[in-house]
C-alpha cells in the first residue's frame, strides 16, 4: 500500500516541491518544526530504519548530499541545522516511508528534553 509520501513523488498529491532527481523527493513538511523544515524522501519505498540494506547505502548518502544542497540553498548551513530519521512508534516515526528531516533556520535546542 503506497503511503502519502509516496503518491506525493508521483505528483498524485501537491506539494511544496523543492528538490527531485531519480533518486531522493524533497518538500516542505506541512506542519513545519522550524523556519525551515523539508522532508527528505526516497522514491523507493523503504518503511524504516530497520529495513535499511547494505544495498541502500549509496542512496542514503545521496540523501545526505541533498540534504547538505538544501541547508546551503535555505542559508542555513553557516549557522547550523539538524537531520533526524525517525524509526517506529517510539522513535516518533508517523509515516512509515523512509524520511530525513532537515530542520534550521533557529536554534534548535536539547535533542531530547531532561528526565528528572
Same mark, same amino acid.
Given at each position: 500500500?503506497?503511503?502519502?509520501? *509516496?503518491?506525493?513523488? /508521483?505528483? #498524485?498529491?501537491?506539494? &511544496?516541491?523543492?528538490?527531485? &532527481? $531519480? %533518486?531522493?523527493? *524533497?518538500?516542505? $513538511?506541512?506542519? @513545519? ?9 526516497? =522514491?523507493? #519505498?523503504? @518503511?524504516?530504519?530497520? $529495513? ?5 547505502? %549509496?542512496?542514503? !548518502?545521496?540523501?545526505?548530499?541533498? /540534504?547538505? %544542497? +538544501? /541547508? /546551503?540553498?535555505?542559508?542555513? $548551513?553557516? =549557522? ?5 530519521? =525517525?524509526? =517506529?512508534?517510539?522513535?516518533? %516515526? ?9 530542520? !534550521? !533556520?533557529?536554534?534548535? !535546542?536539547?535533542? +531530547?528534553?531532561?528526565?528528572?
Amino acid at each position: 500500500m503506497s503511503t502519502i509520501f *509516496a503518491k506525493i513523488i /508521483a505528483g #498524485e498529491i501537491p506539494s &511544496d516541491m523543492v528538490f527531485q &532527481d $531519480d %533518486q531522493v523527493t *524533497a518538500f516542505r $513538511d506541512i506542519s @513545519p518544526q522550524a523556519p525551515t523544515h523539508i522532508l527528505i524522501v526516497p =522514491n523507493r #519505498e523503504i @518503511p524504516t530504519a530497520n $529495513d535499511v540494506s547494505a544495498a541502500d547505502e %549509496q542512496l542514503l !548518502g545521496h540523501m545526505f548530499v541533498v /540534504a547538505r %544542497q +538544501l /541547508a /546551503a540553498e535555505e542559508e542555513i $548551513d553557516a =549557522n547550523g541545522y539538524r537531520l533526524i530519521i =525517525n524509526c =517506529n512508534e517510539h522513535g516518533g %516515526q508517523e509515516v512509515y516511508h523512509l524520511h530525513l528531516h532537515l530542520l !534550521g !533556520g533557529r536554534p534548535l !535546542g536539547p535533542m +531530547l528534553t531532561r528526565r528528572t
